[in-house]
């Protein structure tokens, strides 16, 4: 049986199986679950998650996780126990850093290229921009709008945004 099948029909039984419930039983190598190396990363990123908040959530938060692993997503965004949490890869994060600071640069500063004659554009070199700041404060400080912190799981990294 996969995951979201599993899930469902636990739903059914007890809406508040939490996912400790789902590990014990998947680390056990219980048959129910599918063998899937993107359940112990979503696992992990759980494990993670929860011990930044000191929280258990139910097993169907789990779910959209899987989901965005399975996809080979670069980044989601996911309601966990009232709170949001942006997920970027590892692989991602440099490119999906610069233009998002490159956006919040250009908005800022209202210094897009439409907005200029030709003669006064100035050249940025974005990515030598966004690395030095990068190296300066960190991700979280961009990325995790609540809190600053900057969470890292199984090659993910994990920003609380509300």
Partial sequence: ??????????????????????????????????????????????????NY?????????????????????????????????????????DEIYQESFKEMVED???IKPDNFPGFLIVNIDWEASADYVQQCDGYGNHFASYDGEELESSGYYIFRTS
């Fill in 53 to 93: 908040h000191s929280g258990d959530f139910i097993a169907g938060e789990l779910e959209p996780l899987v989901d965005f692993l399975n996809d080979s997503k670069k980044e989601i965004w996911l309601e966990i126990d009232g709170m949001e949490f942006h997920i970027i890869s590892e692989s991602a994060i």
């Fill in 108 to 110: 800022c500063y209202d």
């Fill in 1 to 50: 049986m996969d995951i979201k099948r599993h899930i469902e029909v636990a739903k059914e039984i007890n809406s508040s199986i939490s996912k400790k419930c789902y590990k014990s039983d998947f680390m056990d190598g219980e048959s129910r679950f599918c063998d899937s190396e993107n359940i112990t990363l979503a696992i992990d990123i759980f494990d993670t998650i929860e």
